[in-house]
């Protein structure tokens, strides 16, 4: 379910919102990107790291994008804001839904030996010929 909710985020809200924001002159971009940097790096201090610290660890896994926060929990405000602009700004990142890599691997006949979803943002595979 978490996954699931994360992959939806990123594929549904973040990729169109990024077409339309690629199109902007790179100031505005640089200052649109104050508010998602600015919303994350409240949500990591007032929300995740006192979960980290209250709730059990395999409870925090289930909450959405619990690692991914808790692993920018150690970067500053300007590193955050800088990830959020490279998000926005990069014209050659695309976040594929599981099926889709699954059927990229199909595509070209291959097997696929390990599909892993990482922070629960980004699918990594390893295939092999058949």
């Known amino acids: 379910m978490t996954i699931f909710l994360q992959e939806a985020?990123?594929?549904h809200f973040i990729e169109p919102l990024k077409s339309t924001l690629h199109?902007?002159?790179l100031k505005?971009?640089?200052k649109v990107t104050l508010l998602p940097?600015?919303?994350?790096?409240?949500?990591?201090?007032?929300?995740?790291?006192?979960?980290?610290?209250?709730l059990p660890s395999h409870l925090c896994k289930k909450i959405p994008l619990f690692e991914h926060m808790i692993f920018w929990?150690?970067?500053?405000?300007?590193?955050i804001k800088t990830s959020c602009f490279d998000l926005i700004h990069a014209p050659v990142s695309y976040h594929?839904?599981?099926n889709e890599v699954q059927r990229l691997a199909e595509r070209v006949d291959l097997c696929v030996d390990k599909l892993i979803n990482t922070h629960g943002t980004t699918w990594s595979m390893t295939a092999s010929k058949r």
């Open 73 to 79: 929990s150690k970067n500053s405000f300007a590193l």
């Open 96 to 98: 594929f839904r599981c």
């Open 37 to 54: 940097a600015f919303i994350i790096y409240l949500s990591i201090k007032l929300f995740y790291i006192p979960l980290s610290f209250i």
């Open 9 to 11: 985020l990123m594929t």
């Open 23 to 25: 199109k902007m002159p």
């Open 28 to 30: 505005t971009q640089e």
